[in-house]
């Protein structure tokens, strides 16, 4: 997940309200280091060496502050460790947050800046999340109101890690306890929600009464579900007019009309799309896993911030999928979750909401049959999210026969959609399933598949890039950067309507890299994003530093978008394209990958051939295997070779013998070619030139065995006039 320099004011604010909870110690520290010239760089103690980075600092000494600043990080203090450093130091937190905000607008420093705020941060949250913390804090629940606001005050930073104890004081019975406490996470909000819903199902009627109420006065709306759940299957009357209750409070009337099934699946989507409302601790790594067990109470896991969203709309759904299991929305969100899980998951992680136990997402995507799997990659489409589109073609390919690959979903048809999807990889994936169901019928886009097969063929192993920038100079700086990258550079320009030609010429385009002021980054950003050819293209963005402020929280969770600052060098913006691109797409197309590509394509193309195919005519591929005919070497050039035997041209038939002809064709490959050859004149007859016929009836009479043989077969299959074969039977000719 990103994190946008934008959001560290409040990461700041957050520090500050801990620490005047947790009070600001002062050391007594003197000036006597810096007085004698010594930095930081060169001491052991990290309270001197924090004091000179702030010195350093505010100086307006950044190299200096530079070293000491990293001194300091490379100590390995743990984030508790840190925050006593900070607390300690001689002017105490007021400094320290002042030279941190003082370093963040300074490129040199802002990444160090950056680690040491963090590392403070991470320490108070540590500090504030301790069961020790949070037990102190629910006991000061029922001290005196001073007592009582700043225990609250703490809880509420702890956030969901206080709530097995919370939900536990609760329950337990003391009614000022429970009174506090129920206040507490009324103010606690959306945090409170989904370890109070996680438990609610296995609470005794009081239990389930009381969290129910709660949740009515927190009114959020993905609690619905919940009780509506629990009011169906409630024994209690009592249980079930607090369920009524609470719908009220948050929903005004309670609404029979919808199936609970379809409210899980709608709160799932939500879980699924990552709407931040739903991600309690939006800049941590880690977010919790629940649990409940009637003997112990709520328990968490730690969950990497890259799966929680997949694991609670899975979760979310099989909860629907129980209630209702012909639902079929319920199955499409279930599946697309558990592949975005399998993209998402860091590498050799173990995700304690999918054990390694289970099988992989393709195992039940397949079982859920092709109806799904186009649903699946009509949500890849929509959500332009590249790495579920070509699960869900896999998938789709594996399960649909005939014409179900491109008749669809009635109105919508994900793979005929797909031919026209922004990413090379997609469209060709997509062709390749078209071509290999061998349709016999014409279809909306069927025009398409041999055009993208060819293009397979031909310019898989390109990376195409677009620069827009105002000024001349910086376009041709950003273009030699991109061509050092083995990019084709579109020519460079100030909008995408000064290239809209090359646009439709280029066969895609991998990356846009623009350098303009924030609302005209904005508009290309826009326009990109409206073209059908620029939809799904990653987008680095450099903008100045009121640029970043605009749009770095916009498109922070946008994958195919990178904001970042102007002045980046050139390897520092080759880098940040190369992680763009990785993430957005799954990186450029590497040699192995274009030549599996471009061999899948060639083997659709010989069956359309060998099969005579109508719809799907691969003549249109002629221009294409033609020039890779000659830029192919080995097997695989005899493959194009078989292909174009099946090509019905004079173009195709006669490039297909100057190949053979060629001097390095010589031996076991020319012969190879020789009787493609032969296959192209049975099914065509004769296109050969006199040229060509001339340099044949050469060969046959002057070549060695195995390559006269196959001559002479190919004289045969052209059937040539009498006048060149009888000199042959006389014995005149070889």
């Avoid at 911030?305 to 639902?327: C, G, I, K, Q």
């Avoid at 002057?702 to 009888?726: F, K, Q, W, Y």
Wanted: proline share 5%.
């Amino acid at each position: 997940m990103q994190h946008p320099s934008a959001s560290r004011l409040t990461q700041l604010s957050l520090a500050m309200l801990l620490v005047s909870l947790a009070g600001q110690p002062v050391s007594a520290q003197t000036d006597a280091s810096r007085s004698t010239g010594t930095t930081a760089a060169t001491k052991t103690d990290p309270k001197a060496m924090l004091d000179d980075f702030e010195h350093y600092v505010l100086i307006d000494r950044a190299d200096v502050a530079a070293a000491t600043g990293q001194a300091l990080l490379d100590l390995n203090l743990s984030p508790t460790e840190f925050v006593s450093v900070v607390e300690g130091s001689r002017r105490g937190v007021g400094q320290f947050n002042k030279a941190i905000n003082r370093a963040m607008a300074r490129r040199e420093l802002e990444t160090i800046a950056a680690q040491l705020l963090k590392a403070y941060e991470s320490g108070k949250l540590a500090t504030a999340r301790s069961p020790e913390a949070v037990t102190n804090a629910i006991k000061d629940l029922t001290g005196t109101q001073r007592q009582r606001l700043f225990a609250a005050q703490r809880l509420i930073a702890a956030g969901e890690y206080a709530m097995p104890q919370l939900l536990s004081a609760l329950l337990g019975g003391d009614i000022r306890l429970s009174t506090e406490v129920r206040r507490v996470m009324v103010e606690m909000g959306r945090q409170a929600v989904v370890p109070l819903t996680t438990a609610l199902p296995d609470l005794d009627p009081v239990g389930q009464e009381l969290v129910v109420s709660v949740l009515g006065d927190i009114t959020y709306t993905h609690s619905l579900p919940y009780l509506y759940d629990l009011r169906a299957s409630t024994t209690s009357p009592n249980v079930r007019t607090a369920c009524e209750e609470a719908i009220r409070k948050i929903a005004v009337v309670v609404n029979d009309a919808t199936p609970i099934a379809d409210r899980y699946v709608e709160v799932a989507n939500s879980f699924y799309k990552e709407t931040p409302t739903l991600t309690p601790f939006q800049d941590d790594q880690n977010q919790l896993w629940w649990g409940y067990d009637p003997r112990i109470g709520l328990t968490f896991t730690a969950i990497d911030t890259s799966v929680y969203h997949e694991a609670m709309a899975m979760r979310l759904t099989e909860r629907a999928l129980t209630l209702d299991p012909a639902n079929e929305k319920g199955v499409a969100l279930w599946i697309a979750a558990n592949f975005s899980r399998e993209i998402d998951s860091p590498a050799n992680y173990a995700n304690p909401a999918y054990p390694a136990t289970r099988r992989d997402a393709m195992y039940y995507a397949v079982a859920a049959g092709s109806s799904t799997a186009q649903r699946v990659l009509a949500r890849a489409i929509d959500d332009i999210d590249t790495p579920l589109a070509r699960k869900a073609i896999a998938a789709t390919e594996k399960t649909a026969g005939g014409n179900g690959l491109w008749e669809g979903l009635g109105s919508r048809k994900p793979l005929l959609e797909a031919l026209r999807y922004s990413n090379r990889r997609v469209q060709y994936e997509a062709a390749m399933a078209l071509g290999a169901a061998q349709p016999r019928q014409p279809f909306e886009g069927s025009d398409r598949v041999v055009p993208i097969l060819a293009s397979a063929i031909r310019d898989v192993g390109a990376k195409y890039a677009v620069v827009l920038a105002s000024d001349a100079e910086r376009q041709a700086s950003l273009v030699g950067i991109l061509q050092g990258k083995g990019y084709t550079v579109l020519p460079a320009a100030a909008s995408f309507t000064d290239i809209e030609q090359a646009l439709a010429d280029a066969p895609g385009v991998d990356l846009i890299v623009t350098d303009l002021p924030s609302g005209s980054t904005a508009d290309a950003l826009d326009q990109a994003r409206s073209r059908m050819k620029l939809r799904a293209t990653p987008v680095l963005a450099l903008v100045s530093a009121q640029g970043y402020a605009d749009l770095a929280v916009k498109f922070s969770r946008d994958t195919s978008v990178r904001i970042a600052r102007a002045g980046l060098s050139a390897d520092e913006i080759g880098v940040s394209s190369e992680q763009l691109v990785d993430k957005a797409t799954g990186g450029s197309i590497s040699n192995e990958e274009a030549e599996a590509y471009r061999t899948q394509a060639l083997h659709v193309l010989r069956d359309l051939g060998v099969s005579s195919n109508n719809v799907l005519n691969i003549a249109d591929a002629a221009g294409p295997l033609i020039s890779a005919l000659g830029a192919s070497t080995g097997p695989n050039r005899l493959l194009v070779g078989e292909v174009l035997a099946y090509v019905p041209t004079k173009s195709a038939q006669q490039a297909l013998f100057d190949a053979a002809m060629a001097p390095e064709a010589a031996g076991q490959e020319r012969v190879a070619l020789l009787e493609r050859v032969a296959m192209s004149a049975k099914r065509t007859g004769n296109q050969l030139n006199d040229r060509q016929v001339a340099s044949l009836v050469e060969l046959v009479k002057t070549g060695g065995d195995a390559e006269a043989t196959a001559a002479a077969s190919l004289m045969g299959a052209l059937n040539l006039p009498n006048a060149n074969i009888v000199p042959l039977i006389l014995g005149k000719g070889g």
